[in-house]
């Protein structure tokens, strides 16, 4: 996937496809929140084995009950289609609750 940054319609345009998530400072960014810390990092965890799948890393925030990511193609200078992807991918994720651990 080519890494060219995005010009600002184009981030707008890709943003309706994506739940709650903003472009803030060349990035693109999400807050989540969860029941405790555990699970915090259980979803961090899941989303970092795919950030190295792609080969691409998101800027994450996380604590008791939260994980914000930051997601920018530096090399490039800003937002580009392969941060779209990552951004999809932890959308996905979040949906489909493989992320949660075992009781």
């Known amino acids: ?21 903003e472009a803030e400072n060349g990035n693109l960014k999400k ?3 969860f029941k405790n810390f555990a699970e915090s990092l259980a979803f961090i965890n899941r989303v970092g084995a795919i950030a190295e799948k792609l080969d691409h890393h998101p800027d994450i925030l996380f604590g008791w009950d939260y994980a914000e990511f930051f997601i920018t193609t530096h090399d490039a200078g800003g937002i580009t289609a392969q941060d779209f992807a990552l951004a999809k991918e932890i959308n996905n994720l979040m949906e489909n609750g493989k992320w949660k651990m075992e009781n």
Do not use: Q, Y
Not at 5 to 10: A, G, N, P
């Open 1 to 21: 996937m080519e890494r060219k940054k995005l010009s600002d319609e184009e981030i707008e345009n890709s943003l309706a496809d994506l739940n709650d998530w």
């Open 31 to 33: 807050h989540f929140e």
